[in-house]
């Protein structure tokens, strides 16, 4: 036994071995020999195609001349990341680019995602971004999903882009000329534009995940994923109560983040709600609340990237939890870091943290403690004993993504609401024409609601759904068949003038993905704005860097992921583990950046600084 585990294992009124011992048993429960293609047997872009291309929120788009113009930069998104990267892009002085999106305005995920409940999990004043540039405060601490659209509303409008984007368009190609020097990007409008610059800005939840339960295809009632909401269906709007449900039987199939946030509005107005469960989420205290209008008058100009800066310490354990930038002590996000350090005040020779394994094994008790914490939480909520053992998440905190929530586990207390368990079965039974077997019983429902989630690690080519060709021909995912690889999480050799932009990278660990969004947004700017300064017409990484940034990652121990546990096989089954299958289809090494947010932002200034654009051939 290590020196942590013999000072502090003793002092805590836990086992750290059993704790470990029914994670393996709860793991060996849901893992499956099927892995990730238990989801890839539905196809949201084939026969369930009307998932992907179905909007309830707008109507058919309008018949337009086809676009066959040359501009600069073509940035496929309008989600966050295509809005950052057009926003970043003005100040640089680019102007000349064009937005598209195959929803009908702004905000991707956020366009779509108008379930019931829908807030963001990370404080809105660190998410939410370019809060700064548009002088906008959000109302909440963690902004609703209504709020949130609206913003992106805003950003467009501040930045002039909705002048500059074509909406309710599908790219079906985007192909490099190598003697034009230009991208050719084609749609489903019969566009034909060209682009000296293409920019993939689909960031990493835009396809709609749907299980791939069978029987799926042969219900007969209404059914639609949380991200294509169908109020014509439910009654109401997002905000209001869905009158509709009245007297219906909803069936709501998946407890992730989405499922945590829609079951307590669904409970309130359906007549019965039956939640069909396979994995309990980590489900901790939500703390929302309206923003001070005292503090909001305050704020001076940079307040939004000193306080993001200040997020990512604190949760990183870089800096202070209650520092004059923010005041975290009560954020989610950081009861970890706060029980690490709590048990390593506790140690009597804190040095003892710099041997080999010490700190490993230090993390390992602060998250028992944590989730023992969270599991108690559910046996003060629930008052059915046998509803509590089902609620409670027996795994590693960080094997899936934490949940925060003051309304959820209550909702089980309610007498139209069944909890339905199927994690001995692995999955739902099946689907047939009138509801959901499940553990052998059927349950007769009027609607299905998909809270599954999207495809976050699923083939590139099929999750980002664009024929991409760059030199010779050559197609991007026949260049990534060992694994995704491209200098700074951007730039990949052989695709000249093309950048990815905080789509299918993950670029370092933190909780706020708009922070590094931001970062790789104006380092992209930067990139377009110096090459056209310097009078270059192709601009691509060399063969040596890519290959230099890929090796260095994949030397890398991962000793962050380690510990935070999503890339251990211990961890139940989910998108982080790729659903926990033995065989990776998925070359984490190799795509991940292994040092955190911080750093990453770190080194692209640094790189700026140096202004060499090192590891670039510009011609």
Known sequence: MSKVMDALAPTLPFDHDAIREKYQAERDKRVRTDGEAQFNAVDVSGEYAEYLTHDPFAPQPEPREALTDTIEVAIVGGGWVGLMLGARLTQQGVTDFRIIDSAADFGGTWYWNRYPGAHCDIESYSY????????????????????????????GKHFDLYGKAVFQTWVTEARWDEDARLWTVETNRGDKMRAKYLALATGPASRPRLPGIPGIHDYQGPSFHTCRWDYSVTGGAPGEPMTDLADKKVAVIGTGSTGIQAIPRLAQDAGHLYVFQRTPSSVDFRNNRPTDPEWAATLEPGWQKRRMDAFNAAMLGAGPIDGPEGDFTDDGWMRPIQSVTGLAAQLDDPAVLGEPGELDDLIDLSDDQTMERIRARVDSDITDPAVRDKLKAWYKQFCKRPTFSDEYLPTFNRDNVTLVDVA?????????????VANGEHYDVDLIVYASGFEITSDFKRRMGIPVFGSDGQSLYDHWGDGMRAFQSHSTYGFPNMFIVGGLFPFGFGANYCSSVDDISGHVAYIIAEADKRGASRVEVTQETENGWVQTQVDSDGGIAKNLGGAETSCTPGYYNQEGAEVKSRNWKQEQYWGTVIEFGRLLQDWRTDGKLEGFNLR
């Not at 939410?128 to 950003?155: K, M, N, W």
């Not at 692995?426 to 689907?431: A, F, M, S």
């Open 128 to 155: 939410l971004p370019l809060l700064d540039e548009t002088g906008y405060v959000p109302r909440e601490r963690y902004a609703s999903a209504p709020e949130i659209f609206e913003h992106a509303q805003r950003i």
């Open 424 to 436: 001995e079965s692995k999955g739902i039974d099946r689907i047939d024409a009138t509801g959901i």
